[in-house]
């Protein structure tokens, strides 16, 4: 399904460090897939091949266009530590008319 130029998302990832963070954060902005990528550290309990596991980890809140998620999802993938990475899109239902048009004007 085509998404229209106009509709923003946040893609969610979470990175082994914040180094690996820093380095998916650069290259999506380098390339304007995306405008900003906040970076923020957390602790992780999950299940991961029928354990339970706990791990530091840095999340990046990514802020793009919503017709860039796949070549995002992409670009993590390539770039990640993780088998299965978590990439999680939230649609963006509303906000400030000129933090929308700074995100268009700084994502391809």
């Known amino acids: 399904m085509q ?16 180094d690996a963070a820093k380095k998916i954060a650069n290259l999506l902005v380098e390339k304007k897939m995306a405008a900003c990528a906040q970076m923020f ?33 992409a670009l993590i ?14 649609p963006v239902i509303n906000g400030l008319p000129d933090y929308l048009k700074w995100i268009n004007e700084n994502t391809k």
Not at 77 to 90: L, M, R, S, T
């Open 3 to 18: 998404k229209d130029e106009n509709e923003y998302s946040i893609i969610i990832t979470t990175a082994t460090s914040k």
């Open 41 to 73: 550290p957390v602790e992780s309990v999950y299940s991961w091949q029928g354990k339970i596991c706990e791990d530091n980890e840095s999340a990046l809140f990514i802020k793009s266009k919503t017709a860039l998620f796949d070549e995002i999802a």
């Open 77 to 90: 993938k390539a770039n990640h530590d993780y088998e299965v990475p978590e990439i999680i899109q939230i």
